[in-house]
Nanobody, 120 residues
């Protein structure tokens, strides 16, 4: 499977933003797609994930209630709707695919990152 992330940008605190992760290729080998984020000098951090059927979602405590992950198979895209953004949400956001469902574990394939900056 191939992944391509998009939708990042510069927003003010409290604003909303929607990230998109387009997928293509051998999708039958994927069990889940997740979003992780990374700031310079820190490890990549789990944000949210959705299983391939779209029936189960998983969130980091820091974003639960503010972020929503969803999947649209008609357009082969996984979305991360982010609301009430905070400066600490600033990071490069990556989408990744897993061949075995383990949302907070390792991801096998990565898309390129998209920068999200939350600043007044």
């Amino acid at each position: 499977v191939q992944l391509q992330a998009s939708g990042g940008g510069l927003v003010q605190p409290g604003a909303s933003l929607r990230l998109s992760c387009s997928y293509s290729g051998r999708t039958f080998s994927s069990a889940a797609i997740g979003w992780l984020r990374q700031v310079p000098g820190k490890e990549r951090e789990f944000v949210a994930a959705i299983d391939w059927s779209g029936g189960r979602t998983f969130y980091a405590d820091s974003v639960r209630g503010r972020f929503t992950i969803s999947k649209d198979d008609l357009v082969n895209t996984v979305y991360l709707q982010m609301k009430n953004l905070r400066p600490e949400d600033t990071a490069v956001y990556y989408c990744g695919a897993q061949s075995r469902l383990n949302p907070r574990g390792n991801y096998d394939i990565w898309g390129q990152g998209t920068q999200v900056t939350v600043s007044s």
